[in-house]
């Protein structure tokens, strides 16, 4: 980089995998995978979590190095031992979290590995801002200023900040994790016209996502991958969605939602609030949930939800309004008395690594983390209830653990997601409250969850469900709520409860105004 | 439990190293005196004696660093308890020792946890204002009492060869292995050092397991102070200031995850061997005063080094 701009890239290369194993204590992330990527082509990765996608990533750019198997690049066989190495051979990753620092200034996280020097060995400032302002004019942002903070910038900014970035580091392969869930508007375009400019280059481009318009728009070759193994590369339109998808799961994507049973009285009340009020995020809500009710929760992102699920359970100070369980008015100022067994709330929390989870604790005692009150005789652990406990939710929830003192960092999502909702099983809660709980988890244990979430109601339980994704919504909730602005706008359910009327609730229009272009 | 086995690892290094310090120390007195002195059931005995101190302190700084927090006021805890004890005389001294600590634990888990100050700065504060109190109360000299009978039996005396201070830090650490392995507030600890925020919204009352660490740290503190008084048949001002650093090291050397979370009880007890130890057998071998410091400091990192080279990453 000593002409302080961005050269154009060396040239693709072909990426040629094969037989590659790869395993993690006893589970095999990856099982004798062959996978080739052409240089000039634009290659998806598709697959579940836990498919072995992001140890095929980390295999290729030197994060781990396989057990057994071969790797070649542009025909020479090659062997990362650091992520160093591969850059060095042009092997240039974006991941899906971003990775730049926020109190920096762009062009000094664009050249953050190799900044440009001056005679004297100190940085040269000048010549760093030429560079960023090229490669920012590479990827049509000209309108960021390379002095600017990173934290200043919005998301959708900082993404492409990222992809500049890897463009100065002059890649052959390009690998995209998930890189572009965080832009909006006309910075996808952005991104589509270079990525398919790259390719042009001959560049080899890996791409990950989970968003099928993305991949339809982008990708000429794809591959799926499945419990650790390839199953079929194809080109694009060889498959359609719904053949992909079944490829991914592995079995027929139907009936992903229990059905939901008729009701010919309204049920009985279990959870009302009145007048909820926390300013700015909740105003004056009002809402009920009755027995063997799924309640959704909706709108887009940042309307109050989670502000209200945390004030039902008593993690917010000063919440106006009352609460009342069964008809009798409660007072619930922490999880602590939101558990008891008067009021028998549970919340499944959004992230589960730091709300849900002790990471390095054990599975079992993660599971009896919230029930432990009640498996304690005499102040002391009745510890032979406990474990016949850990042994009926682990059956019950089919987590899959061959220790159970084994960390639970060492489970993949779904099933940390499960051991999350076994916790809060195990306290008997007659009312579950849910935050996104399906978000980042793979669609096999999805279902295991929205069956769960329906047999729980049908045992009775008063379930209130916020979640992102209007298929959730639709499918899995007899009535939904969308927030606005702090306040529930809308109530539907029925033949009501349609995408285009969560939609527009969420933007706070009446039905038939709905702006092209807001529905993706 | 994983969280136990896990951590055997440490407990297995610092047991050989004990065994490492006698035999150095040995191979060195065999060669000089003639003798194998670290050997004899006599020194092994005093060496527990001396240790028990120590290894009480830490075992209460072992509760407050599971949680992730630290508690610096133990020094003039440890003083302003055995002080107090030596001042007033009698029971009712004792009393009050204990009381000093309840006081001081409870002052401390308050400020933590309800304040929110963090541990570091805020019990640095609370070992300013004993040490200021102390000095108002003693008029800046040492008092003249003596140690009452209780505390001479507590430090001092032996029963059939055995110290009762080895005693009393064996029924301190059975009664916190007990809490630690058999007791909710036990888990809560653990839960607590390693996600607070995942321990709180499953309904554990947070607040109240760190005031309750805090208490037993300084509860340890006073018995110490009790039982060091006894030892040396006074209290005075200065006497818990060896013991901060050396009760952090010794629950640290023992595996305990300075940042809280995990840590086995047993291993705490080994770290204030390996100290004690080695302490007494540098300065038998007649080793210069500074590069005695120089080789206890070296042996701390050099130990830890070896720990986290084989600790489990946490994801």
Redesign the interface.
Known sequence: MLDGGPAAPVGGADLVMRGISKSYGGVHALSDVDFASRAGSIHAVLGENGAGKSTLIKIISGVVQPDRGTMSLGGNPVRFASPLEANAAGIVCIFQELSLMPDLSVADNIAITDPPRTRLGLIDGRAQRRQAEALLARVGCEDIDPRERVRDLPLSRRQMVEIAKALGRHPRILILDEATSALTGSDVEKVYAILHQLRDEGLSLLYISHRMHEIEELADTCSVFRNGRHIETFKKGDHSDDEIVQLMIGRDWSNVFPPKPARTSPPEPVLTARGLTWPPALRDISLSVGRGEIVGVGGLDGQGQRELLLAL?G?LRGVAGTVSIGGKPVKIH???S??SPEIGMA?I?EDRK?????????VA?NIT??A??WL?KH???DRSAEAEKIKEMVARMQIKVS?L???V??LSGGNQQKVVIA?WLL?GARIILLNDPTRGIDVGTKQEIYQLLRSLAAEGAAILFYTTDYDELIGCCDRVLIFYDGRVVRELSGESLTETNIIASSLNLQPGEIPTGAVQ | ???V?KIDKPILIGLGFIVLILAVGTVYTLSTQGTAVFLSPNYLMQQLHVGAFLGITAAGMMMVILLGHIDLSVPWTLAAGAMLATAIGGPLGALTCIGVGLTVGLVNGLGVAFLRVPSMIFTLGVNTVLLGLMVMLTGGHAPQSAATDLMLFLGRDRTLGIPHSVIVWALVSLTLVFVLT???LG??M??IG??E?????????TRLVIVAAFVMCSLCAVIAGLALGGYSARAYQAMGDAYLLPSIAAVVLGGTNILG??GRYAGTVVGALIIVLLQSVLSVMQMEEAFRQVIYGAVIIGMLLIYSRGR?V??
């Open positions: 359970f993690v922490s999880p602590a939101a558990k919340l929390p730091t709300e849900g989870l002790m990471l390095p604790m054990g005692d983390m919230a432990l009150p304690t102040l002391v652990v220790d003192d084994a960390p960092a060492t916790k306290t | 439990m994983s969280l086995s058999r007791t909710p888990r809560y653990y839960a390693n996600q925020a995942a321990a709180y919204l499953s309904g554990v009352r979370g995990q489990i946490n994801a």
